[in-house]
């Protein structure tokens, strides 16, 4: 014997073997999240100024954030489409569901490409039945 313990390992009295390092864990999967928390973070670092510095608990929160308006998005255009029996996702499906819910049409601005407009007709403009004829 060369001194050593018989049970592997550096030193100490047994425990636990050589052979139980545990498997890298990202960040996004200790969240538990789909968005990429890493990624997120480098991107945060590069936005603010060199004085100042970003938590770790700062990107995750803002993955979370991302994922769930991803989600929200996603699932009210998937009914628009499903609505139109339509089995893709198109921008025009984009566009009706996020103008169609109030929250995020004041949270997104934005031009959508391809989008089309909401279908709209002033009450003037609407045919009406009971006029007097002349």
């Not at 060369?2 to 425990?15: F, R």
């Not at 052979?19 to 670092?45: D, E, M």
């Not at 004085?51 to 954030?65: E, L």
């Not at 997104?108 to 609407?126: N, Q, R």
């Amino acid at each position: 014997m060369s001194g050593k313990g018989g049970k592997g390992g550096k030193g100490g009295k047994g425990g636990k073997g050589a052979t139980a390092k545990k498997a890298p864990l990202s960040r996004s999967s200790r969240a538990g999240l789909q968005f990429p928390v890493g990624r997120i973070h480098r991107f945060l670092k590069s936005a603010v100024s060199s004085q100042q510095r970003v938590g770790a608990t700062a990107a995750v929160y803002t993955a979370a954030i991302m994922e769930y308006l991803t989600a929200e998005v996603l699932e009210l255009a998937g009914n628009a489409a499903k609505d139109l029996k339509m089995k893709r996702i198109a921008p025009r499906h984009l566009q009706l569901a996020i103008r169609g819910d109030e929250e995020l049409d004041t949270l997104i601005k934005a031009t959508i490409a391809g989008g089309g407009v909401i279908p709209y007709i002033h009450k003037s403009l609407l045919n009406k039945t009971n006029r007097k004829k002349h």
